[in-house]
């Protein structure tokens, strides 16, 4: 079983930034393709940032030059750094890692981020 936990949320003015985290295992972290999701009332789940084992990155349009992930497998910590954020990027945030090799899916429990006009 692989176990995530995100951390970080909050309410913060537009304009203003916050860091998510998520901790999981140590070959959870270093060998799966791990992803941020949000997901907003009434809205589908939407890909907002995808990091791999390699350290390359793609985001969603919505979010690029505003959003950076990261991992620091020392940490065995996965981050999604949210510069200016909007309204619009008020949702539930969720961390998910994803096995290659067994085609398995992990969720974390999801951590609430409220922007403020």
């Known amino acids: 079983q692989v176990e995530l936990a995100e951390s970080g949320g909050g309410l913060v003015p537009a304009g203003g930034s916050l860091r998510l985290s998520c901790a999981g295992l140590a070959r959870t972290v270093s060998l799966a393709i791990m992803a941020w999701y949000r997901q907003a009332p009434g809205k589908q789940r939407e890909l907002v940032a995808v990091i791999n084992s390699g350290g390359g990155t793609n985001y969603a349009d919505a979010v690029k030059g505003r959003f950076t992930v990261s991992r620091d497998t020392a940490k065995n910590q996965v981050y999604l750094q949210m510069d200016n954020l909007q309204p619009e990027d008020t949702a539930v945030y969720y961390c998910?890692?994803?096995?290659?090799?067994?085609?398995?899916?992990?969720w974390g429990q999801g951590t609430q981020v409220t922007v403020s006009s």
């Open positions: 998910n890692a994803y096995f290659l090799d067994t085609n398995s899916n992990y």
